[in-house]
């Protein structure tokens, strides 16, 4: 195993993280609804994002006094699935 691999599953593996990448793959997002949904501190969420954003897994763009963030590619909507259906086969 490489070590991108790793850094890759080490940032997927947080479960905060996780949370957020499965309400990016429903859309785009802004902290604001991150936190809502979540009911997690903002300081909190902005420290998971720029981790994900680090690991390349989303992307963000500003709409007015607002950041959006999204999904980086569509493959990672891959990775979701393929989470959820190797989670429901073994654990």
């Known amino acids: 195993m490489t070590d991108k691999q790793l850094r890759l599953l080490k940032c997927v593996a947080d479960e905060t993280r996780f949370q957020i990448l499965l309400m990016l793959k429903k859309g785009e ?6 936190m809502d949904e979540l009911d ?3 300081s909190l969420i902005s420290h998971h994002l720029r981790a ?10 500003r ?3 607002k950041i ?9 909507l891959g990775l979701l699935t393929n989470v ?3 989670a429901n086969k073994f654990c």
């Open 29 to 34: 997002r802004c902290v604001c609804e991150i």
């Open 84 to 86: 959820e259906k190797l």
């Open 63 to 65: 709409e007015g006094k």
């Open 68 to 76: 959006m963030y999204r999904l980086a590619d569509p493959s990672i």
């Open 52 to 61: 994900l954003r680090k690991c390349g897994l989303i992307r963000r763009r």
């Open 40 to 42: 997690k501190e903002q």
